[in-house]
């Protein structure tokens, strides 16, 4: 299938879809080497008692999976972007492997930070997978970093295991800690990058954003400066990451940031929600926000494009304009033109 049949072809799959999946299309000059992977992010399934959970969030888990198995081309892999869990329970950690195990592809892990908190990420390693890793596929060098650790003085001064997972699940929380990839996970990442190609594409999945946005919420990684030094020298780098449940996106150097939408539920931006600094990235154009009456609204998929380093995000919004944010080689930095001019005024009832 040609990549013209190829984007029809998954547009009239997915226009009517209200599901928070990513498809990520890699694209190259030789067509013959592009290649596509599904990305589902922030699944958060919560256990009330015994075997019941939260059933939105299952059912949006369970959507996106059902979702992922239709694709058509089939994906060649399906990454999970962090937070399959809400408080770190094995038992949460095993309902959601459980949903996820009826994809017809097994996924690779990204950890986030309410997968780790409550033992660690000890139940996560012996059960999901390593905290950080990388592999190759087709030319493209991937990355995944886990970004949510933080100080052990942090980490060690709680009483107990359930208490240390609850100030770092909070999203307004002064009691929490910023995020980072830390000294040692920063060597790894030096020595692996040094076998790598300058000219090789490559793709970093964090769930944490690489960049410093917003404190009070660790929309921030206290080390990012350093993680986008080390990928500096290289000609193409995007970044992709879950946590912050909204449309973000950024262009830092030669590193193109995009975000994914969450299955469980979306966040404001923190400019709607308090008046203390933050950093959201200035090319980011606001998105009408979620419907209370709506469950599934806010949350979305996003197909992305890339191609000779330059990176074109295709949103699909429930029930709101589709949105394309694309690089633009004049002003070299991602627009969102069609949305800027033809902008609904914003939603407020959030």
Request: no cysteine.
């Given at each position: 299938m040609n990549r013209r049949d190829f984007l029809k072809h998954s547009g009239l799959l997915l226009a009517a879809s209200t599901l928070p999946l990513s498809l990520v299309e890699l694209a190259f000059a030789n067509t013959e080497d592009n290649f596509s992977f599904a990305y589902i992010s922030d699944a958060h399934i919560q256990q009330i008692k015994g075997t019941q959970f939260v059933r939105n969030w299952d059912k949006g888990l369970m959507r996106a999976v059902a979702e992922a198995n239709l694709l058509d081309p089939k994906p060649d892999f399906i990454m999970f972007g962090g937070d399959l869990a809400q408080l770190g329970k094995p038992e949460e950690i095993d309902h959601g492997l459980e949903i996820l195990s009826a994809l017809h592809q097994k996924p690779r892990f990204v950890l986030g930070e309410h997968d780790f908190y409550l033992d660690m990420g000890e139940y996560w390693a012996k059960k999901v997978s390593e905290h950080y890793y990388s592999f190759d596929h087709k030319g493209v060098h991937f990355i995944v970093l886990n970004s949510i650790l933080t100080h052990?003085?942090?980490?060690?001064?709680?009483?107990?295991?359930?208490?240390?997972?609850?100030?770092?699940?909070?999203?307004?929380?002064?009691?929490?800690?910023?995020?980072?990839?830390?000294?040692?996970?920063?060597?790894?990442?030096?020595?692996?990058?040094?076998?790598?190609?300058?000219?090789?594409?490559?793709?970093?999945?964090?769930?944490?954003?690489?960049?410093?946005?917003?404190?009070?919420?660790?929309?921030?990684?206290?080390?990012?400066?350093?993680?986008?030094?080390?990928?500096?020298?290289?000609?193409?780098?995007?970044?992709?990451?879950?946590?912050?449940?909204?449309?973000?996106?950024?262009?830092?150097?030669?590193?193109s940031f995009h975000s994914v939408m969450a299955t469980a539920w979306p966040w404001p931006y923190p400019s709607t929600y308090a008046q203390a600094e933050q950093f959201l990235p200035k090319l980011t154009v606001e998105m009408n926000r979620a419907d209370p009456f709506f469950e599934r609204d806010a949350t979305g998929w996003?197909?992305?494009?890339?191609?000779?380093?330059?990176?074109?995000?295709?949103?699909?919004?429930?029930?709101?304009?589709?949105?394309?944010?694309?690089?633009?080689?004049?002003?070299?930095?991602?627009?969102?033109?069609?949305?800027?001019?033809?902008?609904?005024?914003?939603?407020?009832?959030?």
């Open positions: 052990d003085e942090w980490s060690n001064k709680w009483s107990s295991p359930q208490e240390r997972m609850a100030m770092m699940a909070g999203l307004d929380n002064p009691l929490g800690s910023p995020f980072m990839v830390g000294e040692a996970q920063r060597n790894w990442l030096k020595a692996d990058l040094d076998k790598v190609d300058k000219k090789t594409p490559v793709v970093v999945f964090s769930h944490s954003p690489l960049q410093k946005i917003y404190k009070g919420w660790n929309f921030w990684t206290d080390d990012a400066e350093q993680v986008q030094a080390l990928l500096k020298p290289f000609n193409k780098v995007t970044v992709i990451y879950g946590h912050v449940h909204q449309i973000q996106y950024n262009q830092i150097g030669n590193i996003q197909l992305i494009d890339i191609a000779n380093g330059n990176t074109a995000v295709h949103y699909s919004l429930p029930e709101n304009k589709p949105r394309t944010v694309a690089f633009n080689p004049k002003t070299k930095r991602p627009e969102d033109s069609e949305y800027q001019q033809q902008r609904d005024l914003p939603q407020t009832h959030y």
